[in-house]
């Protein structure tokens, strides 16, 4: 069975810090990566996507795949407390839905 | 770009009611629509996949004849929960892809409440 691995946390970082989210995944297969973010009784958000080995930045985020190592990151600097919810990763191949992890709570202290 | 809508926001309706949600892609035409089902505090449930102008595809354990799902046109899907019970209270999202697209972009959710 196809499966998205995340430590559920919480993961909790001050203000300013490095909040480092982590993923990995069973199939290795899977083509397509995403980070969605989910507020307390809200939809989720896609917030990155990565397709290809190596680093994807977009303003403070920035997503890490590793295809050998079926891993995944995302990284957010400068944490802020508005960054404080739930963050789902997010697996796909070709022809298929999403896989979604259970996700991983942010809380960032200010 | 790229906003999916849903309505209503939150119903309540009585046991053994049917209720009809709406999933509309708002900028772009969506050739495949998911319904997802998420209780508190657990992770998202996807119900079925739809294709524009076919039947729905249900994964395990979701009964189609509960939750028929119509996805009649590019930019609108519907489920419709029949004869609803207190155990399908839950919040219901959809999320929608384009034609050659990885992305699925989700709606804000309906959060049903059988009473």
């Known amino acids: 069975q196809k499966e998205v691995e995340q430590n559920s946390g919480p993961l909790s970082v001050p203000e300013g810090a490095i909040a480092s989210l982590n993923c990995t995944y069973s199939?290795?297969?899977?083509?397509?990566f995403f980070w969605y973010r989910q507020y307390s009784g809200k939809s989720p958000e896609l917030i990155m996507s990565?397709?290809?080995?190596g680093d994807k930045e977009d303003g403070r985020f920035t997503a890490q795949l590793n295809k050998a190592s079926q891993y995944v990151s995302l990284l957010i600097r400068d944490s802020q407390p508005s960054d404080s919810a739930t963050y789902l990763c997010?697996?796909?191949?070709?022809?298929?839905?999403?896989?979604f992890g259970k996700g991983t709570t942010l809380s960032v202290s200010s | 770009g790229a906003v999916v809508s849903q309505h209503p926001s939150r119903v309540i309706c009585k046991s053994g009611t049917s209720v009809k949600i709406e999933c509309r892609s708002l900028?772009?035409?969506?050739?495949?629509m998911f319904w997802y089902r998420q209780f508190p505090k657990q992770s998202l449930m996807l119900m079925a996949t739809?294709?524009?102008?076919?039947?729905?595809?249900?994964e395990q354990g979701v009964e189609k004849d509960k939750f028929l799902i119509n996805h009649a046109s590019l930019t609108l899907s519907t489920l419709t929960v029949t004869s609803a019970h207190p155990e399908d209270s839950s919040f219901y999202i959809c999320?929608?892809?384009?034609?050659?697209?990885?992305?699925?972009?989700f709606g804000p959710g309906t959060r049903l409440t059988v009473t």
């Open positions: 990565i397709y290809s080995n």
């Open positions: 997010a697996v796909k191949e070709a022809g298929t839905a999403l896989i």
């Open positions: 900028d772009f035409q969506a050739t495949t």
């Open positions: 999320s929608a892809r384009a034609s050659r697209a990885y992305e699925q972009y």
């Open positions: 199939d290795r297969v899977s083509q397509s």
């Open positions: 739809s294709n524009e102008g076919s039947k729905a595809t249900y």
